[in-house]
């Protein structure tokens, strides 16, 4: 039986370690935080579970919370371009997405691990405690970013959309107010061209549902208001300064909102893809996984995304590798196995988080005006989340956004 060793228990990490358990492989997960200490601790960065990471999840029986968390089946996105009126849209969702807070969702996932027989270790992790680990495992994969574990993965500057900066706050809230026309079963994202981006979803957490309230900007912008690191009180109230300037509507919902969460979180995150096999001090190889390789930027929402179909991928890899040696072509196989999928949900994330700066081009332009009038085309819009490559068949290329918006205004008029 081979043995595999993954460190760090976020989404990819125990995604993957409950897969391989369930292939028969001898799995160890080495976590500085017990289930514990990850349910009571500091929030993280809301996600969404896309429709088929949903799916993923329940083929490994970890869909927890569909019974119980708030169900977006829409959103509604609000664009503010410069010194022009706002637009927003409106698409419905190819079933439905959740938003689960991670400290419910990964201890959870940590205790079900562990009551199945896969091995926990609770410790921190140095690189000389991965070079004895490398003596000891067939494979080693890295489930985090930071600290000297993440400095084995250089950035790799041959790949599109990196090394941007990005301010996130973020606040789970009570007391917001329901859409208008959806109720609660809706998620609202925006985008400013002369601010940043907010997202306010519905999200599931240890005391129930809530809010999620986050604001993007990049490093120094108009909504990095946060560098003397409020009170969670404080932050909140320039929060909701910031919407009643920008963002009007988001102002509306929020003006009476209240902290749900006693933590507040204030992250800066860097956009960047890194080269996936580190290298130890000894010569061992470790791989890379997920946002470790590749850190999308919040507003798109595609981080669980990525992470649980890079879990994914890599697990078929494994699985498909037999007894034949981890070795560094195997390790850069599997990565790029993978990258045939990141590389595109990174080139929508990218084109999404930066749309404003500089001129729309006229297809883009022409995609948003169809949206605004034919549902379809908004639909389509917002079910590319749970899979960016179909953005590659219409809204990324302005001859297929055209020749798409044709049929869509064809069939309209027959």
């Known amino acids: 039986m081979r043995k595999i060793l993954i460190v760090g228990a976020g989404q990819s990490g125990l995604h ?61 996105v609000h664009l503010y371009p410069p010194q022009a009126p706002a637009m927003s849209l409106q698409g419905e969702v190819d079933g439905y997405m959740l938003s689960v807070d991670r400290r419910v969702k990964m201890a959870d996932w940590l205790e079900y691990f562990e009551d199945r027989g896969g091995k926990v270790i609770i410790h921190g992790v140095t690189l000389t405690d991965l070079d004895y680990f490398s003596r000891m495992f067939d494979l080693i994969v ?170 994914k991928s890599y697990l078929e890899s494994i699985t498909a590798h037999g007894d034949r040696p981890f070795d560094r072509a195997f390790l850069t196989a599997t990565f790029e196995r993978f990258w045939e999928y990141g590389r595109i949900a990174e080139q929508w994330s990218h084109t999404i988080s930066t749309m404003w700066d500089q001129a729309l081009p006229p297809h883009l332009e022409a995609v948003i005006g169809a949206a605004m009038k034919y549902p379809e085309v908004a639909d389509r819009w917002v079910q590319g989340w749970d899979y960016p490559p179909d953005y590659q068949k219409w809204l990324l290329d302005p001859e297929l956004a055209h020749e798409y918006l044709a049929e869509i205004a064809a069939t309209r008029n027959q």
């Open 16 to 76: 993957l370690a409950h897969g391989l358990l369930t292939n028969g492989y001898d799995v160890t997960l080495v976590t500085s935080q017990t289930s514990i200490e990850i349910r009571t601790g500091r929030p993280s960065i809301s996600q969404l579970t896309m429709p088929t990471v949903l799916e993923y999840e329940r083929e490994l029986h970890l869909d927890f919370w569909s019974a119980i968390a708030p169900h977006m089946d829409r959103f509604k």
């Open 142 to 311: 890295v489930a985090v970013g930071g600290g000297e574990l993440g400095a084995l993965f250089d950035q790799d500057r041959s790949r599109p959309h990196g090394a941007r900066r990005r301010m996130v706050a973020q606040s789970h809230v009570f007391d917001v107010a329901p859409d208008p026309d959806a109720g609660d079963q809706v998620g609202w994202v925006a985008s400013t061209a002369e601010a940043g981006n907010i997202l306010l979803l519905p999200v599931l957490t240890a005391d129930g549902p809530c809010h999620s309230l986050m604001i993007l900007d990049d490093v120094g912008g108009p909504m990095d208001s946060w560098q003397d690191k409020p009170t969670p009180e404080e932050q909140l109230r320039r929060m909701k300064e910031l919407l009643r300037k920008h963002t009007p509507e988001y102002y509306e919902r929020c003006a009476n909102a209240e902290l749900a969460d006693e933590h507040r979180l204030i992250e800066e995150i860097r956009l960047q893809v890194r080269n996936p096999v580190g290298v130890l001090p000894s010569g061992g190889l470790v791989l890379g996984i997920a946002d470790v390789v590749v850190t999308s930027d919040p507003f798109s929402g595609q981080s669980w995304n990525n992470s649980t179909r890079c879990a």
